[in-house]
């Protein structure tokens, strides 16, 4: 027969355990293994996800987003922004034990949002680089701007079944 001190360890590590598997404690990781500077011509995110687990976990599914980032100046402070640009969403059915690892392919094409360097700014730009003088040197100035790397965010997001707390991983990629 259990004594009482056993009875409640064992009550507690019940409590502790079930504590852990729903805020993701020792559970689910995720990484990415990718190239992260794309050219402009290729303009295709692709790559692995890597699902690696410490303890039994049933992974019900894999969502991608992909962001486009903004930086904003208004009076003097500097804020980010993003803008989501994709989307893609994995139905996975991956029963993890402790020590498993999983791999899923993805591909993802990127097609940037001109929020900042519409068409009008590019003409503007292209019409006022072939001026002379003050003229000119704003248009060189517009060319700098509308050559700048475009910087986009990746992240990845899961469902585990029975966790409030289900992990994520961000990555930066760059176009050149």
Do not use: C
Not at 15 to 21: A, E, I, N, P, Y
């Amino acid at each position: 027969m259990l004594q009482l001190e056993q009875i409640f360890f064992l009550l507690n590590m019940s409590f502790v355990d079930s504590f852990k598997k729903w805020f993701n404690v020792g559970g689910v990781h995720l990484a990415f293994e990718m190239e992260r500077n794309i050219p402009k011509a290729n303009a295709v995110i692709q790559g692995k996800i890597k699902v690696t687990s410490d303890g039994e976990r049933h992974v019900k599914k894999i969502m991608l987003t992909l962001k486009q980032r903004r930086d904003v100046y208004r009076n003097g402070s500097h804020s980010v922004e993003y803008m989501t640009i994709g989307q893609k969403s994995y139905d996975v059915d991956y029963q993890m034990k402790a020590g498993d690892a999983k791999v899923l392919d993805f591909q993802m094409s990127v097609k940037p949002q001109e929020t900042f360097t519409g068409n009008l700014f590019n003409k503007a730009t292209d019409a006022l680089q072939s001026k002379g003088g003050i003229l000119g040197q704003i248009g060189e100035a517009g060319a700098f701007v509308k050559n700048l790397e475009m910087i986009y965010q990746l992240e990845v997001k899961t469902d585990i079944e029975g966790t409030i707390m289900n992990p994520n991983e961000t990555t930066q990629i760059k176009l050149f």
